[in-house]
């Protein structure tokens, strides 16, 4: 250290905000309340709205898609998420007769979905279509609501998918059982039953009723902090992957945060590990 030179105490160095602090009373305190909650009535007719006049729109796109052969497929490996779920070459196999995906909005809750693949005739399994229903059940109180001139009522400004949502579970119709996929590479969870340690054949999303989050971590190029985001495999396919299909089958998306090494060396400071509402994607689609 230089001669003269004072070793400051930790954060001597760090610059004090300008900006004084806030309090809020309950009274602001009950109005900021209010606000936010006319904030997601009005979001939540304006999703309704986009929903019902996207719906045509992929109608015509799943006709030209039909006649592209393997876009799905391909489209779905391209998500990175969706590649760790179906890493097995056996899964890649079944998924190459992969015609067709869709998947169907509940019209009155339209966080909730169906998802639907549909298969040619392949050497896997009898079914021409597996499903994943996303069923909305409406909470007790639902039943004295009230609903606006918009159709919303409380119990939708309260949605709470854990709570609200009950998720199918559908057994697939194997040509031989004793090599069904989900039986050759079954999931393992973790210590947290709500984690995969390992997703074994992406098949077993469809025998399963449960949807495990997987933990992926991305920097906020403002803020700084990576943040651990949980993430369904069935949100994301309805959420990301399906309205923004062709984008993914372009490879025009690219959902790499960390490009360099030395954002990678980041990685060793404080991660802030957060929960996202579920039907939430990184557009804000739902």
């Known amino acids: 250290m230089a001669k003269g030179t004072k070793r400051g105490s930790p954060g001597a160095e760090d610059e004090k905000s300008p900006i004084t602090s806030s309090v809020v009373g309950e009274e602001e305190s009950k109005k900021l309340e209010e606000i936010q909650r006319d904030l997601a009535r009005v979001e939540l007719v304006l999703e309704r709205q986009a929903q019902a006049a996207l719906k045509p729109v992929y109608e015509r796109r799943r006709q030209v898609l039909k006649s592209i052969p393997g876009f799905w497929p391909n489209t779905l ?84 998918w854990d709570r609200d949502v009950d998720i199918s579970a559908n057994k697939i119709n194997w040509k031989e059982p004793e090599k069904a996929l989900t039986k050759v590479y079954p999931r393992e969870l973790g210590e947290d039953e709500d984690e995969i340690a390992d997703p074994g054949s992406f098949f077993n999303f469809f025998e399963h009723s449960a949807d495990p989050s997987e933990v992926c971590s991305v920097v906020l190029k403002l803020a700084g902090p990576i943040l651990m985001l949980r993430q369904q495999i069935g949100v994301v396919i309805a959420n990301e992957i399906f309205p923004e299909a062709i984008e993914y089958f372009l490879g025009n998306v690219n959902e790499e945060d960390i490009t360099d090494s030395e954002e990678e060396d980041d990685e060793d400071d404080d991660a802030a590990e957060i929960d996202l509402e579920k039907p939430r994607s990184k557009k804000a689609r739902v």
């Open 77 to 160: 490996i391209r998500h990175s998420l969706f590649a760790y779920h179906a890493q097995h070459n056996a899964d890649q196999s079944a998924l190459n007769f992969l015609e067709d995906l869709w998947v169907e909005k509940d019209p009155n809750e339209h966080r909730c979905f169906t998802i639907e693949f549909h298969f040619k005739e392949n050497q896997f399994f009898h079914d021409s279509v597996l499903k994943k229903e996303y069923k909305y059940v409406p909470p007790p109180a639902a039943k004295t609501d009230t609903a606006d001139e918009n159709g919303i009522t409380e119990s939708m400004l309260d949605f709470h």
